[in-house]
């Protein structure tokens, strides 16, 4: 099949949920499967149309349910896979997120976050499933999730997403919104050589030698047999031993799980976590913001800094893991923080988490609809400094 | 006190020399899992038997078959089959199938689950798997009840069936799982109950010879859970129901196929014709797309 289509290297004038798309195949995923949803939808129809021209599978399914379920398949068969959609979907998909998380599935879930919640404000962004993406599955686990601010970024975080999709063996969650999704802004796409593509951690003993398919390397993840190897794997979402059998008598099996589920990600966080710092070596006032949001409150900075405030952003790109430490460090120094997000409060609560009662957290909550106005986040940042 | 002799000598007897003779099946079955969790006199082995020798026979290339289940008694049995094999959650097994074969034209993928799993919280996905004809094997083993979470009604309990959430009968109109298929677009339909072992197995085989969307509705006892409040409580009474009541009747109409607590059932093959796959249709457009 014609693979040069494949990377459409170039600079383009491209909306988001396109570039999102772009990024996906640039990374090499093959198969998608997805019901569409503003403002996600232009994903599921680029996907529609560029999956056919590069040997890949585009499938709509019959509900969100389906589509990860879907996705998860076609990972089992070798595949990167990878599924769009906004809130009300990504409600569906979290039982089988959690599915994807327990069998450790690469895979990539794209949430284009609108206003909720139920069916809310389908045309209009939010950033209200930022806690929902933590923990939406039942159960204890670590999630890897990230939030682009533009189009670009969307790109590079989709390929990015898929590269720690394959690194950790689990799926990573794309939280971006139907601002960012659907802007049109400059996108580059480099060459196919400059891309860095981590790829899927195979068995390095042949089929019938003793292959178990949850004994993890020293990082605690373990190389992954898909079907139609030979190895005769089994994978269950009940709690299992290291052959892939259930074990549910005792909770050994679940203590040694589920340790090794959380630990995979929280002991190489510093691998996982990216963050952009602006204006922070002396700042008395952090804003901590992600996504849109921080997008927007980049001109108030500005302002403030007119007024002779001295404060800085500190950008979430990877949102969960959450950076702790970074936000625990700047607790030491600073005077306060402001927590722009479009939502009423949910990764100001974790600001606060790691604050710790040392320095006061200022929400600058919105409901959903719109992004902050200026004045919003400024007053926030002058009542910081009073 | 003193060794019994007897003991003594069994032990003498004991034949661990002798060459273990191997079963057939043994091969496509994870020995070390069993015992399996099934009640005695439950029907879902027996499915699992017929469904094995089919595969035996069948010429596939065994590391390409692929089975896929839901959650349910009959969902384990992904987990005792020496295949590559998924357990998936409740419901999703044939959308999960739909991605690992779509992914993977070469995989030969079989969904095997029970009725409450396939047609009750997974109606959706069933219904739309066969009306695209994903090229898939789909084998129900329909007990009329859930098993596994203590003999609750789900959509294909009779009506007047007394289940642990009809205590006073089921009043809901059930499903006809042969007309479901047939009317959503499946190429091979036919219902055998697990007493006729070996047109169940050649129905298995037919299925997984067929390219498409291939159904057989395996009607199996319960006697843990709906037998016993059926006036059958063992397996063996409700094979005895299975022999008088069970009637063959190939090619029968499947709107006509419908099952009534301790009424008639009809078996045999009810839909067996061709049309292009999902693939098929799906290969049709990518010159169109490369075009582009
Ligand atoms: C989402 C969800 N809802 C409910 C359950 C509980 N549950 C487990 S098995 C089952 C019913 C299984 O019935 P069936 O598919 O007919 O299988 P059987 O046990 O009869 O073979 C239910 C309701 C679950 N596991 N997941
Ligand atoms: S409860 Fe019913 S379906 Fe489940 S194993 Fe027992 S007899 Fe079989
Ligand atoms: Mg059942």
Redesign the pocket.
Known sequence: MSSEKGVLSGSFFMQGDVACAEGAITAGCRFFAGYPITPATEIAQRMAARMPQIGGTYIQMEDELGSMNAVLGASWAGVKAMTATSGPGFSLMM?NLGLGIMTETPCVLVNVQRGGPSTGLPTLVAQGDMMQARWGAHGPYEIIALAPSSPQELFDLTIRAFNLSERFRTPVLIMTDAEVGHMTERVVIPPPEEVTIVPRRKPRIPPGDGYQPYVADDDLVPPMAVAGEGYRIHVTGLTHDERGYPATSDDSAQWKLIQRLVNKIRLYKDEIIEVEELYLEDAEVVVVSYGIAARAAMWPIELAHREGIKVGMLRLITVWPFAEEKIRALAERARAFVVPEINWGQIALEVERCAAGRVPVYLVPHPGGDIHKPEQVLAAIRRAVA | MSEPTLRTEAKAVEPEAAPQERHPMDDLLREERLPHIWCSGCG?GTALTCFISALLKSGLDLDKVVVVS??????RVAGYVRLDSFHT???RAIPFATGLKLANPELKVVVF??????V??GGNHFIHAARRNIDMTVIC?N?F?????GG?A?ATTPVGAVTTTTPYGNYEHPFNLPYLAAASGAVYVARWTVLHVRRLERAISEALAKRGFSFVEVVSP?PTNFGRRHKQRTGLDTLRYYHERGIIRHGADPRSVDIELGGDIIEGKFVDIEKPTFSDCCAGIVQKAIAQ
Do not use: W
């Open positions: 039982e | 879902i839901g959650i349910g008694c009959t969902g959650t409740h419901g689950s029970g009725d409450g799993d396939l009750t919280i083993v007990n009840n859930y098993g596994m979470t609750q789900g319960c």
